[in-house]
């Protein structure tokens, strides 16, 4: 008896016993091919992770990271520094709230820019190549701000260098 057969019988009527155990068996024979082919995903998800954490000393970029601190009796610093390449600079600045961070970066490659960062966050706060190279933000809380200097990816791939002087004022 086919399955057409054993949901409507021979009467031509509904036979839901016929039914479930025809659901049954589809449900059971695309259970048995999901668990045949587990291993393979599992393999598969495996050689993924594992490249991915090989490629990761290749994709990170080398940042240098520094403290800025200001001279006494000041509220403002000049950087003056380069990069080249994928190398990036975070440069941390101690910040409270309320207080008004400018940042101005001026550099003669076109294609050198910078994040600020606050404490703890996975996305910038504010982003100069969307917005520009100079900025200034009321600072919404207190804690190690990062301001991180780079090469677009295109620049770096060719890398390229770039002198740049970085202005940090705090008030």
Avoid: C, W
Wanted: charged letters at 15%.
């Amino acid at each position: 008896m086919s399955g057409v057969d054993r949901q409507f019988g021979q009467s031509g009527k509904a036979d839901p016993v016929g039914v479930a155990n025809t659901a049954n068996s589809v449900f059971n024979s695309s259970a048995t091919i999901n668990s045949e082919r587990s291993p393979m995903r599992t393999i598969r998800h495996l050689m993924l992770i594992l490249a991915m954490l090989a490629a990761g000393p290749a994709i990170a970029d080398d940042v240098r990271r520094e403290t800025v601190h200001f001279s006494a009796g000041t509220s403002g610093s000049t950087i003056n520094a380069q990069l080249k390449g994928y190398q990036s600079v975070e440069y941390t600045l101690g910040v409270t709230a309320g207080q008004k961070l400018t940042v101005q970066l001026d550099s003669s490659n076109s294609s050198l820019y910078f994040n600020v960062v606050a404490p703890g966050a996975d996305a910038a706060l504010y982003n100069s190549s969307i917005d520009g190279n100079g900025t200034t933000i009321t600072i919404p809380s207190s804690g190690n701000y990062a301001i991180q200097v780079y090469l677009m990816r295109n620049a770096a791939r060719r890398g390229e260098a770039a002198n740049y002087a970085l202005t940090l004022y705090v008030e």
